[in-house]
């Protein structure tokens, strides 16, 4: 089968039409996934709302351990799988390597979320996310996993692979575009993840079928962590590099500095995997010194890093808008922004929220001493609502509001719902982080059925605040829910009824990338003073709120 | 030439950098060392660090040795309120030995303010989480594995050690008790 | 063009080697934290 192009009219991007198609399944797989991760958090937060609790202890972990994998996973990774095709194969005008193996990739991934999510739902599989060992579920349940696993492996392979194929073709000149290197990181990553992963969960699944005797406990949160968490530096990365591409697309934004910010990204793939040990900052088994290099990624490299992406990503904005005109005062370029386009307003939500709610707390959780406050507590969901839903999940929906003319050639309905959706689910999720974050402060623990210990002989009592916290959870988290739930309405919606956009050429052969003649000297250089007084509003916020943290911590009982 | 399209010039890595960014990196950088250290520093200045201490066990073996203390210190049988379970009031200073299992934190400790008891974590069936409440201090219990934790309450008071990793149906009924007088 | 003459910073060079930054990707979380922790783990002494 011949490979063909596709010009698209409205963004002047080129698609293989193999890799767009690949796209569009991987998108819509997610979105799926994010329907019925959704509808189980309804179930979750219902439940976790003290005045309401809806369901039953069975169906409530339950529903658990289906909003974990299909949020945590298969969403996340599906939709990763599209944006590793489009960086690598679109952003380098190449065909895609090897479509039918990416196909066979995409395959398994279905399969074994189905499977996982059918073993979910016959029972006995409600292990959560994280299946710690030796409680037991049923054999497909790991089986689900491991096929999506393998079939995401392929998908990296695949990306990789295109990337060999544009060097070999010439598609490009130089370097790969930053968002491409992005991605990059991101495919690096997840293989890691991926390994991980089946290194662990095939003895698990050989476990739970009666080959193996035992499996030691500590080590399965070592190995298990390393696919649990860098998972979620999978999306770290892609979400990185999607706000850079949101930056380009919306402003024509140029990076501050290719050196600057592939070095940051450079940091991620050095040492962001590391930071798997902030699982076990409060387990036995594993020393100090291991805790230490691990959980502050050998020396904060990786805080390092997120911070430069914190101010270079606002930084070329503000370099963009300022060169447009937007030059008055500090905040003009910001006051000026297009507020009203999802895509700008999803990712500026998603940066700002990410900083200072999801990476602040990151940091203090991440603390090997300061772990012992919260590990297990509902403050550690709070964090990864923080920075998983706002930082990923609300990234990559105001990516789709570009993507559903650009790559799904409909136009979005319902725009004025489109303007509103962001600031919807974006706040309301910001207001769940906080308040979880406040009831697990006080000690809540996550993934508990009833913190009114009904039936427990010795019960205890929260505090007044914590009940307060958790219905504030319920509320702002219904809200979100509504937020979340009218996207995905919006988004089938409009790739079931929207108008249909002109293709676009098509043509057999691709259209190299050209790069504008180079200019001797640099363009007249822009500062950006309105981005450095934001960074240190969330340096200032950093430092107090580490500190306050190590106070609350030296008033405990003493332990050595 | 934006971050979607390769960088304008062959070569990138010379190019200058802003004088605000490299500030802010420098910030950043410094800020990174700050809290590596700070972990350090608490190891060797702060009060409250996790021990290194452990053992591999067998449950058996644990449940004797949590037995045995139980048999020599124990003051009183528990009320119902206290689901009957012993409470044990060992001397300042002993190791003592506490059992995670669906869905109990057992015995019941009567401990001192002040003094230092080394308390010995173990996991009869699933893992379980030890969430000493209100204190908040939250450690992970594995079984097969013997945890020892040095501990010097600083308050006297009622404490509720709520199981914070979930380990089935009736999780949330998990909680034991200490008190400090 | 005297700067196609140049030539291309090491470090530049590293960042263009994908297989490399692969390749660093996955032995420094692998011997760092997953051998190491595993390590430890496997050597813990057994209670008496």
Redesign the interface.
Known sequence: MATTYRICPRSGLQFDTAAEKLMRWNAVAGVLALLLGGIMALGVILTRWPAVHLLPADQFYLALTSHGVNMLLFWIIFFEMAVLYFASSTLLHCRLATPKIAWAGFWLMAIGAVMTNVAIFQGESSVMFTSYVPMQAKPHFYLGLILFAVGALIGCFVFLGTLVVAKAEKTYEGSIPLVTFGALTAAIIAIFTIASGAVILIPTLLWSLGYIREIDTIMYRIVWWAMGHSSQQINVSAHVAVWYAVAAIVFGAKPMSEKVSRSAFFLYILFLQLASAHHLLSDPGVGSEWKVVNTSYFMYFAVLASMIHGMTVPGAIEQAQRAKGYNKGLFEWLRKAPWGNPAFSSMFLSLVGFGFLGGISGVMMGTEQLNLLIHNTIYVPGHFHATVVIGTTLAFMGLTYFLVPVLFRREVLFPGFAKLQPYLFGLSMYAVALVMMGAGTLGVSRRHWDMAFAGAGMAYEWPGAAYLMMGLTGIAGVVAIIGGGGWILQIVFSLLFGKRLDEGETRSTPIPLTLPPQTGAHAAHVGTPGTMVLALVFLVSFILYYFVNWKYLSSLWGMA | ???????????????P?????F???A???V???V??V???Y??IA???????E????TKE??AAKTQAVVDKYTVRTGTD???QFPVVKPPAGSDIYLIGRLW?WWPIYELEKGK?YKLH?SAM???H?F??????????V??????V??????QSGTY?I????????????????IYVK | MADQEERVPVMQQVLDNHFLLLFLGITIPTVIYVLWGVMEVANIAVAR
């Open positions: 030439m934006s971050a979607i399209s390769p960088p304008a010039e062959r070569i990138w890595w010379k190019q950098i802003d004088k605000l960014e500030i802010w990196i910030i950043a950088f800020w990174s060392l809290m590596f700070m972990m350090v608490w190891h702060g009060g409250q660090n996790l021990s290194n452990t053992y591999k066990t073996m644990f309120a206290e689901k109990d230092t974590l069936d699933y893992m989480g969430s000493l409440q209100p204190q908040n201090i939250n450690i992970q594995h079984p097969n594995y013997e945890h934790v040095k501990i010097t309450p600083n509720s709520v199981c914070n990793e979930y380990c089935g149906i009736g999780h949330h009924t998990m909680v034991g008790r």
